[in-house]
């Protein structure tokens, strides 16, 4: 069996990484965007790319920036569609995608809250379409999650499902759309209960993210919460819920909700970190949060292969 070829459509920051994923899992890669000047530096930006990640070559030269949207559809069996998050822009270049794009090619949205019904609803080719939502940075962080529409075709969410586990994400696969997926859902909680938190004068900014990078997020980087509260308790998840779950049920109950998102308390964390005010000190912090993960990923990569 060939190797799926794959199509990027919008090579901005988001495009670039998936690029990097695909051809970093062997496969070869078409990129297209309507900017010709960023066309025009992709080359230089994978390169650089591989170089910063300590890569093979050759994962570059598996990318090939084409002319036109027709070009990099030919032949492909995924297309990773990276435009901007607007719905009437995903609506008009989706209905481009289905219009050209070969039968039997999936086509995957990255948006990261519209969800596929929103712009594939009308086209004949519903059936073919899901959103996978990555993490940014994809390249470094591999969760995608693959979100259906009402449409969406079983067998095409198997298919997609097996491309991106190929290239060594890790897709999780929804049942059903729902908005903002799951990743999403999970932090808008966390972040709710953690602003008010800070806006009330519970803790202070620093100390809210030491709890959660010193605390939950020591586990969490290598066992998710679920298995975590199984561990919790002697006789596990039931005994856990026995114990807790009154006094945790309660704490859910008084969480915050969407008035602790506020223009005052983003002021207040704002001042925290005067490092990101400028879009030049949100690029250099960007750039050593990127090395963090890579470290990161790398040792967990080394820590499942020792666990085998």
Not at 8 to 21: C, E, S
Not at 78 to 89: I, K, S, T
Not at 168 to 194: D, H, K, M, W, Y
Request: hydrophobic fraction near 45%; include cysteine; proline fraction near 8%.
């Amino acid at each position: 069996m060939c190797d799926p070829e794959i199509a990027i459509v919008g090579a901005g920051l988001i495009g670039r990484a998936w690029a990097y994923v695909f051809a970093r899992g062997g496969l070869t890669v078409r990129a297209w965007d309507p900017d010709t000047a960023r066309l025009d530096r992709l080359p230089a930006e994978m390169a650089a790319m591989v170089a910063e990640a300590g890569g093979d070559p050759a994962i570059a030269g598996r990318i090939r920036p084409v002319a036109s949207l027709e070009a990099a559809l030919e032949g492909a069996a995924l297309v990773q569609e990276n435009g901007p998050e607007r719905l009437e822009v995903k609506r008009e270049l989706f209905a481009r995608l289905d219009g050209a794009a070969p039968p039997d090619t999936i086509l995957a949205s990255s948006s990261s809250a519209l969800p596929a019904s929103a712009f594939s609803a009308d086209l004949p080719g519903a059936r073919r379409c899901l959103v996978a939502h990555p993490v940014n940075p994809p390249h470094l962080i591999p969760v995608v999650e693959l979100c259906p529409s009402p449409a969406t075709a079983p067998e095409v969410m198997d298919r997609a499902e097996a491309i991106y586990a190929r290239v060594g994400q890790v897709p999780v696969r929804l049942s059903r759309e729902i908005e903002g997926f799951v990743l999403n859902r999970l932090q808008a909680a966390l972040l709710a209960e953690a602003l008010r938190l800070v806006d009330e004068g519970v803790c202070t900014v620093q100390g809210l993210d030491d709890t959660v990078k010193h605390g939950l997020g020591r586990r969490w980087a290598f066992m998710g919460p679920l298995e975590t509260i199984s561990l919790n308790a002697p006789q596990g998840v039931p005994d856990y819920m026995r114990r807790y779950g009154p006094t945790l049920g309660r704490l859910a109950d008084d969480a915050a909700r969407g008035a602790a998102f506020s223009a005052a308390v983003a002021d207040r964390i704002a001042a925290a970190f005067p490092h990101s005010a400028t879009p030049d000190g949100v690029r250099a912090r960007s750039a050593w949060r990127d090395s963090e993960l890579a470290a990161l990923d790398s040792h967990l990569k080394t820590r499942a292969e020792k666990d085998r």
